[in-house]
């Protein structure tokens, strides 16, 4: 079976590149560790971190997926290890790939000690829209940080379906108003009617915010109109304008029938 050489780059830099892999440098040791479940380890993450750093060009150069599955290991040690737009950048890589990259940014997801590093993985996994990911997703809607919360509640709202949809539905009870918010607006996107009266509770909640959230779901999923037109009247300009227009997409739907 194939095995992923840890230190895939030289950290010698030699400048004129070679098509076949140089010597190792002696400061840096070489290890091998196997690729059959695509984990990272903490030796490999640390190897590539410090070649990135000493010769970027010659790692991004393995972000490619003929490369396969090195790429995606490497990508995601560095959406780890970078920061602004590097982080961005190999984040999109990832989502690219879409589920090649599932196991590694799971991995990366257990193994995350700061939120925004957390925050990007999420919503990387997201993107791929890969429902098996749920309930890793779903794990971190517990997460002390609110804006990991949110980022959970997000990636599950791409993902869909009902699993996701019963996730989101506990997190109504979040004590954090942008959570609920979060929530509501993700539970929209799936479109599960089975979440629709929990929804309609909130739609006279004291935070204008989470009535607009709630306002905007109840719009996606759908209902009869008479249930939103109070909201027209609502002291929040923003509300009434979620409210009217909740309802012109309500209408729609039905004029489209």
């Known amino acids: 079976m194939f095995r992923l050489v840890a230190l895939i780059v030289c950290v010698a830099c030699a400048r004129e590149p070679t098509r076949t892999a140089p010597a190792p440098s002696p400061s840096v040791k070489t290890r091998v560790e196997p690729d059959s479940q695509q984990t990272t380890s903490t030796a490999f993450a640390e190897s590539i971190t410090r070649a990135f750093r000493a010769n970027p060009d010659s790692v991004l150069a393995l972000l490619n997926p003929d490369r396969a599955p090195t790429d995606v290991q490497v990508a995601a040690v560095l959406l780890e290890s970078s920061a602004g737009e590097e982080k961005i950048q190999f984040a999109r890589y990832l989502a690219r790939q879409g589920d090649r990259s599932g196991t590694v940014l799971a991995d990366a997801a257990r193994r995350a000690d700061d939120w925004q590093t957390l925050v990007s993985v999420l919503q990387t996994m997201g993107r791929i829209g890969d429902r098996s990911a749920v309930p890793a997703i779903g794990s971190h809607l517990s997460s002390p940080n609110s804006w990991v919360r949110m980022a959970a509640c ?53 935070n204008p915010r989470v009535r607009a959230a709630a306002v905007s779901a109840v719009g996606r999923i759908g209902t009869t109109p008479s249930r939103l037109e109070p909201l027209l009247l609502d002291t929040d300009a923003g509300v009434r304008f979620k409210a009217q227009q909740a309802i012109d997409r309500i209408r729609g739907k039905e004029m489209a029938r």
């Not at 993902?159 to 539970?187: F, H, M, P």
């Open 154 to 206: 997000h990636a599950l709202g791409d993902l869909g379906g009902q699993e996701a949809a019963n996730q989101l539905v506990a997190v109504l009870q979040d004590t954090t108003d942008t959570v609920v918010s979060a929530a509501l607006i993700a539970l929209g996107k799936t479109g599960e009617r089975t979440s629709l009266d929990q929804i309609l509770t909130l739609l006279d909640h004291e």
